[in-house]
């Protein structure tokens, strides 16, 4: 079961607007041709101009601009109707798939009896949220909220594993470690190396010219959409800045906030920043810019004794399989990190510093 948000348009009269119009327009920019996006959406020709047609004569203004030979094109309406809802999604994306691994869980549980389920909080990122596609090898309710809350309610005894991020520089490290060192019982807890990621700033093309590090982002006509402030990704960015001698209430736009890395590109393809600061996955998904400031380590961790449990080993095993690597392989920035070995923090932060 998945969980989708979706646009519901009502005019005074009471007429609804087809949701497959948010479809068509996507396809129309990919495509650029009315006859291929219509053939992608699944929809007739006819159909496709009808749902256009529909739009325009609902808003009053036309949706797409065509040209006899050079195809069609979204209007400024069209745009900003697509970008909406893309944003939407972006936004809402990791309470929704929380939202539906809890009730998946719960209805397993109703229709196959009580059974052991791990049970994942973790930070947003795309190579973790492959890992509840394939519950056939292990089945996993995974939770998203930020790091310090994960660590917290692994410390409880709520949660089975937690993820935990931090760069493979090991000044950088040092202060990660520093700062989340009164939640983190290096005696007890064991690290499941997973991924390493590539975060940076999230730029359009045209900003190549003006954009090109942290210290053009004082620029006064440079505008930055941020983290939320409970984010690592957040916590990452002030420590690179803090190295840069860049004050973060100097950069115009740094108090708006985003809640995932897809939301932030998201923003900036929209054209309603001019940067941000992200993972590379998030800027291509938008065929946006990207400049690599630091690769972080994302990590699993659990308490050791855990790892004897039947569902830890098969998502270990999961982990190594290549069917598995094959899918982070085709995320952009990310790679696999020794993926589903065991290890301490000590051993992790030691072989960064032999590298």
């Known amino acids: 079961m998945n969980i989708s948000p979706a646009w519901i348009f009502r005019s005074d009269d009471g007429e609804l607007l087809n949701p497959v119009l948010f479809r068509l327009l996507s396809s129309l920019r990919e495509t650029g041709?009315?006859?291929?996006?219509?053939?992608?959406?699944?929809?007739?020709y006819r159909h496709a101009w009808n749902l256009l047609n529909q739009g325009e004569a609902f808003f009053g203004l036309p949706l797409v601009d065509m040209r006899k030979g050079h195809g069609t094109w979204l209007s400024p309406?069209?745009?900003?109707?697509?970008?909406?809802?893309?944003?939407?999604?972006?936004?809402?994306?990791?309470?929704?798939?929380?939202?539906?691994?809890?009730?998946?869980t719960q209805l397993q549980q109703l229709l196959a009896g009580e059974h052991p389920v791990l049970r994942l909080y973790a930070s947003h990122g795309y190579a973790v949220a492959l890992l509840p596609e394939f519950s056939d090898w292990v089945e996993l309710d995974l939770q998203y909220t930020n790091p310090a809350n994960a660590l917290s309610i692994l410390a409880r005894g709520e949660s089975d594993l937690a993820s935990f991020h931090f760069p493979a520089c090991p000044r950088l490290a040092d202060q990660i470690m520093a700062l989340y060192r009164d939640r983190l019982d290096l005696d007890d807890l064991r690290v499941i190396r997973f991924v390493t990621r590539e975060q940076g700033l999230i730029i359009r093309a045209e900003s190549r010219a003006v954009v090109t590090g942290l210290a053009d982002l004082l620029r006064p006509e440079i505008r930055f959409i941020n983290r939320d402030r409970h984010s690592g990704t957040r916590i990452l960015f002030n420590m690179l800045l803090d190295e840069q001698g860049v004050a973060p209430d100097d950069i115009r736009g740094a108090d708006r906030e985003e809640f995932t890395h897809t939301a932030v590109a998201a923003y900036v393809a929209a054209g309603m920043a001019d940067a941000g600061f992200g993972v590379e996955a998030a800027a291509r998904q938008f065929g946006l810019d990207f400049i690599d400031l630091a690769t972080e380590h994302y990590l699993l961790i659990c308490h050791k004794d855990r790892l004897d449990q039947r569902n830890m080993k098969q998502l270990l095993e999961l982990m190594k399989a290549p069917v598995f690597l094959e899918q982070i392989d085709k995320l952009p920035g990310y790679a696999p990190d020794r993926c589903g070995e065991v290890c301490t923090f000590a051993q992790l932060l030691a072989s960064d510093r032999v590298d």
């Open 33 to 44: 041709r009315l006859t291929r996006a219509a053939q992608e959406v699944g929809v007739s």
């Open 77 to 104: 309406l069209g745009e900003k109707l697509l970008w909406s809802d893309q944003r939407v999604k972006a936004r809402l994306g990791p309470q929704l798939d929380s939202m539906a691994s809890e009730l998946n």
